[in-house]
């Protein structure tokens, strides 16, 4: 699990249906793929970033990062899975 503090591991072998939450965690992909999607969208938009304010510009940018690494967190808890 993934906290505001760091990282914690834990066996889930026995704990969990593993193809339960390889589908979760497909979904959940899937979801997350789509809005890196609409955060590279409006950022690749000439017109949003030229009209926006700077600040409103900067917070997609950090919400496109904040995808992008939610979506490779994503990706190694579906890797451990197998």
Known sequence: AVTGIGE???PLEGF???EAERA???KEISNTRI???KCEGKLGNASFV???PPEVVEQEKARLEDW???LVQLGEM???LG
């Open 24 to 26: 979760r965690l497909t």
């Open 35 to 37: 809005e890196v999607k």
């Open 16 to 18: 969990i249906d593993v």
């Open 8 to 10: 914690v591991y834990l």
């Open 50 to 52: 030229d009209r926006a």
């Open 78 to 80: 579906l890797a451990a």
């Open 68 to 70: 992008k690494a939610k």
